[in-house]
T-cell receptor
Framework: ETGVTQSPTHLIKTRGQQVTLRCSSQSGHNTVSWYQQALGQGPQFIFQYYREEENGRGNFPPRFSGLQFPNYSSELNVNALELDDSALYLC??????????????FGEGSRLTVL | AQRVTQPEKLLSVFKGAPVELKCNYSYSGSPELFWYVQYSRQRLQLLLRHISRESIKGFTADLNKGETSFHLKKPFAQEEDSAMYYCALRGAGGSYIPTFGRGTSLIVHP
């Protein structure tokens, strides 16, 4: 069973640029959610995708957008980067194939630094 | 709105001492509560969920609806318990999106 993988692991961008982060969900999972974790904070929910549709969104501006593909992998896009976007971005998958237990399976994250 | 509060940023104990990591929540309906753990250089992973009423690695947590709490307890801490612990709440309905607390760092000294 393949776990959740994220890429890239680290990246540095400058203010105003755009970034795309990628996530492959765990085998058998059809739901992917994204979290932003600032230093010293818990994961903050950005949005969730189920069967290629966004089905939940946290308190993040529209410049945070996403996609889910037919193979359930996902992308997080952030436009017009701001310094406060510097954080660890976590992807988590879950799915009905493993039962709706509520358990999230996390990737190791992508650490974004905005200069 | 749902909210999870972990009042302690850091909890430091000696090996063999009892541990209690506090978690309080705010939710108008019937919540599902979880504890996630992140060991050094590992990814965030589920420790236990309240509906299972199980003990994992000696840890237990009881949902107290009257006090809106879900404290994590272990009678005798071990050095390998040192980690970041996050309490999370998942509300019913909608997309079942969990809300996480800010986390408590547990350090167990030898």
């Amino acid at each position: 069973e393949t776990g959740v993988t994220q890429s890239p692991t680290h990246l540095i961008k400058t203010r105003g640029q755009q970034v795309t982060l990628r996530c492959s969900s765990q085998s058998g999972h059809n739901t992917v959610s994204w979290y932003q974790q600032a230093l010293g904070q818990g994961p903050q929910f950005i949005f969730q995708y189920y069967r290629e549709e966004e089905n939940g969104r946290g308190n993040f501006p529209p410049r945070f957008s996403g996609l889910q593909f037919p193979n359930y992998s996902s992308e997080l896009n952030v436009n017009a980067l701001e310094l406060d976007d510097s954080a660890l971005y976590l992807c988590a998958s879950s799915g009905w194939t493993s039962g709706n237990t509520g358990e999230l399976f996390f990737g190791e994250g992508s650490r974004l630094t905005v200069l | 709105a749902q909210r999870v509060t972990q009042p302690e940023k850091l909890l430091s104990v000696f090996k063999g001492a009892p541990v209690e990591l506090k978690c309080n929540y705010s939710y108008s309906g019937s919540p599902e509560l979880f504890w996630y753990v992140q060991y050094s250089r590992q990814r965030l992973q589920l420790l236990l969920r309240h509906i299972s009423r199980e003990s994992i690695k000696g840890f237990t947590a009881d949902l107290n609806k009257g006090e809106t709490s879900f404290h994590l307890k272990k009678p005798f801490a071990q050095e390998e318990d040192s980690a970041m612990y996050y309490c999370a709440l998942r509300g019913a309905g909608g997309s079942y999106i969990p809300t996480f607390g800010r986390g408590t760092s547990l350090i167990v000294h030898p």
